[in-house]
């Protein structure tokens, strides 16, 4: 008997060992797995200042996060986050599904990088495409029955960005990009980490790209339009040049006449 309370003991103390240990590296285990997770969906290092989660109030705040950007580029970030608010359900924590309420990111900073006919977003929703594909190989040949993490988020916003665009042509200007918002994501079953990573990323990504390709058209169309206007007031001097060399010095009437044609 008193064998079997000492193992008794010992199990109990483990656990609350183990949990105490849990609870007091919850931060550094959850900031671990962003990265982890982040680097490898988009195959490109993904960093964390710090992550601060606060189980009793039900929120979790994410500092510092950056994401580098892709091979080929110059510039060192294609996004930085100061500040990422998540909204925790508390309950769900204990069941198979953890639910996040809502995940905020108010303020963050994207570099757009145009090189040659493409640019850095570009590149990175090619690197989560390819993520995908692996995911799904993955599964596909994992055998195993152990549970695994699932998560669902009710709301994902990322608001009030400022973008930059650095051409290699045009130089940098301001892109406006709207605020961006998912719902449900993950459903009622929930995600893997990665899945849901690449569930918001690729949205996102695809609209942040659209509205920075939108803006290259703008500049190219804005360029071409500048060319063609120098070009034609080029041509109408040649040609009011040429007319007044035709016509000589006596007939100063219908040169003014045709010049005031061409200038229209």
Do not use: C
């Amino acid at each position: 008997m008193k064998i079997l309370l000492g193992l008794l003991i010992v199990i109990v103390i483990g656990v609350l060992g183990a949990g105490f240990y849990i609870a007091n590296n919850m931060n550094g285990l959850v900031k671990d797995a962003v990265e982890e997770v982040g680097s490898q969906v988009l195959k490109t290092p993904v960093r964390l200042k710090a992550v601060n989660i606060q189980l009793l109030q039900g929120r979790a705040e994410i500092s510092g996060l950056t994401i580098a950007n892709p091979s080929g580029f110059d510039q060192l970030n294609v996004f930085q986050m100061d500040k990422i608010a998540v909204e925790l359900d508390l309950v769900s924590l204990m069941d198979s599904v953890v639910n996040l309420k809502e995940i905020s990111i108010d303020g963050a900073s994207v570099i757009a990088e145009q090189k040659g006919l493409g640019t850095n977003l570009q590149a990175l929703m090619k690197n989560l495409q390819g993520s995908s594909d692996d995911t799904s190989d993955t599964v596909a040949a994992d055998d195993s029955s152990s549970p695994e993490l699932l998560i669902k988020v009710g709301l994902f916003q990322f608001i009030n960005s400022s973008t930059s665009l650095v051409s290699e042509k045009w130089g940098q200007s301001e892109v406006s990009i709207p605020d961006i918002k998912l719902t449900q994501l993950g459903g009622e079953q929930g995600l893997p980490p990665q899945q849901l990573a690449e569930a918001i990323l690729k949205p996102l990504m695809k609209q942040l790209s659209s509205a920075v390709e939108e803006h290259l058209k703008g500049l190219f169309e804005g360029k071409l339009k500048e060319k063609l206007e120098e070009k034609e007031d080029e041509l109408k001097k040649k040609l009011s040049n040429k007319i007044a060399d035709e016509l000589g010095d006596d007939s100063d009437d219908r040169i003014n006449s045709l010049k005031s044609l061409l200038s229209r």
